[in-house]
């Protein structure tokens, strides 16, 4: 019986993980932001290429720890590189003080607060954390 | 009577019925009341919060890098341990706008005292003070000492970030390594291309960086155009320019110089290539075997293949110190085969084998592997 529950437990367990990994990337912005982004825009944001909203101030770039399946996907679809290499990538232009507007990084949960009283962040999350969240806008999601 | 008694009995029932209700009423009051004082607690610690974030953003920030690296060669440099780099950045953002940086340099660890400075192996060098003032997000003018914008590895150069300890022959050779000086730069899109440019002045090379003014009769100039566009996962091009009227006291072999350079990076998945060309006219008046002017040129290809938390790479690296001349001549071709580990986003360890082909024929070709630590202390 002992082993049953084990095996339950692992059972639950994976599905879990595999809930977790499943859940898509949400990219979001503060709800009275007005722009809309290509998924080119995103990259050129992270890639520390546009620094500033179309309309002027510049923009308040949160990212996730490279550690977090999230900040994985993310970097692996948007930059096309891991999430370690774009977090060397980061450090490097920061280091080498080139880094015209460096990133934030914070907890997913942190992400969505900061960007729901921020007007000019931009930040991921996996979407189940967004979702339903008063103060931000999704702007597309990644499978 | 009757109907009393049934009042009163009717009256304790309601109340009995009634009593959990106004009980919740009352919960639910309380949890609303309390709801609000913790709202309130935590836009209190929220602006506490917001208050240290700032005041951290504006301290002077330090950080760095180390490496610590076993050489084995028959060449001209030493072989054994060297305690290559420690190098402290101090940063401040001193303003929105404003931004402060600077990185000394402690190379081979020097042991320096006031009695014998000029006994001092190694290096200990300022090579970096600068202000930026940033006063639209994609215009920003920088002054001070910085490193020559020309190419890529002339910046991007910093060991924890770059594939091998030693640099391509032609960087500093041709370009010079620092700028005291000022640099204006801007960037600007066009849909999804992003053409970026630094325009810059200074005094000019000098045989020692000492910041306190300019030997040469007139200031140097130098620009560097870049392009980013939107192919593979990244995909740039670039030129640089640079020209400088060198006085005779500086160097009596280099009395005037134009240099032009193009470079490219590109990342296509876990492939990496970048590569950057220089030459350098220099047109001598105090030449002393020749007035004839000459050149210095050089090149690198370099290729990189990341898998896990490997990087391996192959360069091949060109130098010639004179295209006039083979004698006395400092370059050579120099195959390398590299292996990166990366142990985390901030800790490298480097093994590399360099194969040297020396154009002057005076000089033995040679070897050198090099074994390295390196250790971004951010």
Not at chain 2, 19 to 30: F, H, K, R
Not at chain 2, 79 to 90: D, E, Q
């Amino acid at each position: 019986m002992r082993k049953l529950y084990i095996a339950l437990f692992l059972l639950a367990s994976l599905l879990g993980m595999h809930a977790a990994l499943a859940d898509p990337i949400a990219v979001i912005v503060n709800s009275a932001n007005p722009h809309q982004l290509s998924l080119d825009d995103v990259k050129s944001i992270y890639a520390d290429r546009a620094i500033a909203w179309a309309g002027g101030g510049r923009i308040a770039v949160y990212n996730l720890p490279a550690d977090e399946a999230a900040a994985e996907i993310f970097a692996r679809k948007v930059l096309g590189m891991s999430a370690s290499e774009a977090a060397a990538a980061e450090s490097n232009r920061v280091v080498s003080n080139v880094a015209r507007n460096p990133q934030q990084m914070k907890r997913d949960i942190l992400v969505v607060a900061i960007v729901a009283r921020t007007p000019n962040a931009i930040g991921y999350v996996p979407k189940s954390k967004a979702e339903g969240k008063p103060g931000i806008r999704i702007l597309f999601t990644l499978d | 009577m009757l109907s009393a008694i049934k009042k009163s009995v009717f009256a304790i029932i309601l109340g009995f019925l009634l009593c959990p209700v106004m009980g919740i009423s009352a919960t639910l009051e309380e949890i609303d009341r309390r709801l609000k004082n913790l709202e309130g607690t935590v836009e209190s610690h929220q602006d506490e919060m917001d208050d240290i974030t700032n005041r951290f953003k504006n301290n002077m920030s330090v950080s760095g890098y180390a490496d610590t690296e076993y050489v084995t060669t028959n060449g001209p440099d030493k072989p054994g341990f060297r305690l290559h780099h420690f190098s402290v950045f101090l940063k401040k953002q001193v303003s929105e706008e404003l931004r402060f940086f600077s990185e000394t340099e402690y190379e081979d660890a020097p042991y320096v005292t006031a009695n014998s400075p000029n006994g001092v192996s190694g290096k200990l060098f300022v090579e970096a003070v600068n202000f930026d003032y940033q006063w639209r997000p994609d215009n920003s003018v920088r002054v001070g000492r910085f490193f020559t914008p020309a190419g890529i590895w002339s910046v991007d150069h910093y060991p924890p970030f770059v594939l091998t300890q030693q640099r391509p022959q032609h960087i500093r050779e041709i370009f010079p390594q620092l700028v005291d000086g000022a640099a204006i730069s801007g960037r600007h899109a066009v849909s999804s291309v992003f053409a970026s440019y630094d325009l810059y002045f200074g005094n000019g090379e000098t045989p020692n960086f000492d910041g306190s003014g300019d030997s040469n009769t007139t200031m140097a100039a130098g620009l560097r155009a870049n392009l980013a566009l939107p192919i593979a996962t990244l995909f740039e091009v670039g030129a640089s320019f640079y020209h400088d009227k060198l006085a005779a006291s500086a160097d009596p072999k280099e009395s005037k110089k134009d240099v032009y350079g193009v470079h490219t990076k590109i990342e296509l998945g876990s492939f990496g290539f970048q590569a950057e060309y220089a030459d350098g006219k220099y047109e001598p008046t105090f030449f002393p075997t020749t007035n004839l002017p000459f050149h210095k040129k050089g090149y690198y290809a370099q290729f990189d293949y990341n898998i896990n938390k490997w990087t391996l790479g192959y360069r091949y690296d060109f130098f010639d110190s004179n295209t006039s001349s083979a004698i006395s001549n400092t370059g050579a071709k120099i195959n390398s085969a590299i292996v990166n580990y990366h142990i985390n986003k901030n800790v490298v360890m480097k093994l590399e084998h360099h194969l040297a082909k020396v154009i002057d024929p005076a000089k033995n070709d040679y070897y050198k592997n090099i074994v390295s630590l390196v250790v971004n202390l951010d």
